[in-house]
C-alpha cells in the first residue's frame, strides 16, 4: 500500500495509523477519521485534537498508544486519567459538576464514573450530575440541537442529514 502523504495523516497519541487501522475506524463509526493529530483517553473515550480540550467521544478501550499529560496544554493542575484539563475544559467540568474542581488526580470512566487515583471507588458520576444540576447541552425548540464547550452539531429528525463542528476543522457534515 501506498504511504500516506503528510496532508492525509491521522495520528493518535503520537501513533500514525496506517490505512488498516483508518479501515477499522471506518467499520466501527461509519466514516474515516480525518486527518489530523489528536489525542485519545482509552479510560473514558474521551478524544479531542492534541493542543486543545475533548471535543468529544469514541469507544474506550482502543489500543492507540498512551495519553500524555500535555496532550491538551493544560495548566490547571487537574489531572484526568493522565492529562491535565485545560482552563475551558475545567470550567465545564466544574460547571457540570457545580462546584469547583480543586486540584489533584482523578480517573473518570466509559460510563461517567470519577473518582481519586488510588480509589477505586467513584465519587460522583458526571452524568447524573449533569441531569441534577439542569445542564443537558441541549438548545430550546426540540429541533435535536446540541452544544456543549467541546462541540456543536445539529440534525433532522430522522438523524438522516446533520453535522458536527470539530474544533480545529469546522464543520463536518453527513447526509446532505
Known amino acids: 500500500m501506498p504511504a500516506l502523504s503528510q496532508d492525509e495523516k491521522v495520528i493518535i ?94 480517573w473518570f470512566d466509559h460510563l461517567g464514573n470519577a473518582g481519586y487515583v488510588g480509589n477505586p471507588i467513584p465519587t460522583v458520576n458526571l452524568y447524573l450530575a449533569a441531569q441534577q444540576n439542569g445542564y443537558s447541552g441541549k438548545g430550546s425548540g426540540g429541533d435535536n440541537f446540541w452544544s456543549t464547550r467541546f462541540s456543536a452539531g445539529n440534525y433532522d429528525q430522522g438523524n438522516t442529514r446533520g453535522y458536527v463542528s470539530v474544533p480545529g476543522h469546522g464543520p463536518v457534515g453527513y447526509g446532505f
Open 13 to 106: 497519541n503520537n501513533i500514525e495509523l496506517n490505512q488498516t487501522q483508518i479501515e477499522e475506524f471506518e467499520k466501527y463509526y461509519g466514516a474515516k477519521p480525518l486527518p489530523g493529530n489528536y489525542w485519545y483517553d482509552k479510560t473514558s473515550g474521551l478524544y479531542g485534537v492534541v493542543g486543545y480540550a475533548s471535543f468529544g467521544f469514541m469507544l474506550p478501550n482502543h489500543n492507540l498508544g498512551h495519553l500524555k499529560r500535555n496532550a491538551s496544554n493544560g495548566k490547571t493542575n487537574v489531572i484526568v486519567n493522565g492529562r491535565e484539563l485545560p482552563q475551558n475544559e475545567w470550567l465545564v467540568w466544574s460547571y457540570v459538576l457545580g462546584y469547583y474542581i480543586q486540584p489533584g488526580n482523578y
